[in-house]
């Protein structure tokens, strides 16, 4: 079974899970409570998970029990006590985290703009840090999404870390058809990203948005991330953009000699 949600402003499969067992079903509930979907009854989430209505009530009555699932005022299914407790000790697994955060302060406070990092795990590009502007009109992202890793700036400084086999397990998660097609069009644009040291998006990822991205990469370790700052085109300009650059790649630089050093300890 396989549903889409809004990931990053685009829609992504959530599950995988092709054998339609009772514990991919639970999965698939589990991912539905942490995707936020907005599920306001066993029937929507029996709609959204396709199963009976029946089937629903028994796996979301199942996550409640064990604290993985809870109901807000309005009945809305969000994550419980467990799933939170689960998600941040995965997060201290991720010992650069703490310091991307600060990193990604410093940076959207820096550039008055929109400051992401988001790191590789498996096959997807996590973003686990965000800092987002103060002005009405900006990018939205949250934490926890995964990244579009071809029409991203922040996916494109990471795909140009990486080998050919592994760029194309990446997009294919997002383009499972055309990921050779894709790649073939990203080839001249990933090699000037490797040269110039960082990756651009003109309204690519979003309509009237500009992104700069710069890769934070250590070979020795094989610890691949990336760190953003991305506003509107009307305030964010060219200009801005390309002076925001300096100041990632110095950020990037550090957060790299910090995973070194947690490396040799």
Not at 67 to 89: K, N, Q, V
Request: charged letters at 20%; hydrophobic letters at 45%; a negative charge.
């Amino acid at each position: 079974m396989q549903f889409n949600v809004r990931v990053s402003g685009v829609a992504v499969p959530v599950s995988h899970t092709t054998e339609l067992t009772y514990l991919g079903r639970l999965l698939d509930a589990l991912e539905m409570v942490s995707a936020e979907i907005p599920a306001h009854s066993f029937r929507d989430a029996a709609a959204v998970l396709g199963v009976p209505a029946s089937t629903a009530h028994r796996l979301l009555s199942l996550l409640s029990e064990r604290g993985y699932c809870e109901r807000d005022d309005g009945g809305r299914f969000r994550p419980g006590s467990r799933l939170y407790g689960i998600a941040m000790r995965a997060l201290d697994q991720l010992p650069q985290w703490q310091a991307a955060k600060r990193v990604v302060y410093d940076v959207g406070v820096a550039t008055g703009e929109s400051a992401s990092f988001g790191v590789l795990v498996g096959r997807e590009i996590l973003l686990t840090a965000r800092h987002n502007s103060a002005h009405a009109l900006t990018a939205v992202a949250n934490v926890g999404d995964i990244l579009p890793p071809h029409t991203s700036a922040l996916g494109k400084a990471i795909l140009a870390c990486l080998p050919d086999d592994e760029r194309r397990g990446l997009v294919s998660r997002f383009v499972p058809v055309a990921s050779s097609q894709v790649l073939r069009s990203l080839q001249d644009e990933l090699e000037e990203v490797a040269f110039s040291g960082y990756s651009i998006d003109e309204e690519t990822f979003a309509p009237g948005m500009r992104c700069r991205a710069v890769p934070v990469f250590d070979p020795e370790s094989g610890f691949v991330a990336g760190l953003s700052v991305s506003g509107p085109v009307v305030r964010f300009t060219i200009e801005h953009a390309e002076a925001a650059i300096p100041l990632m790649r110095k950020s990037a630089e550090g957060l790299v000699s910090l995973v070194a050093r947690q490396q040799r300890t």
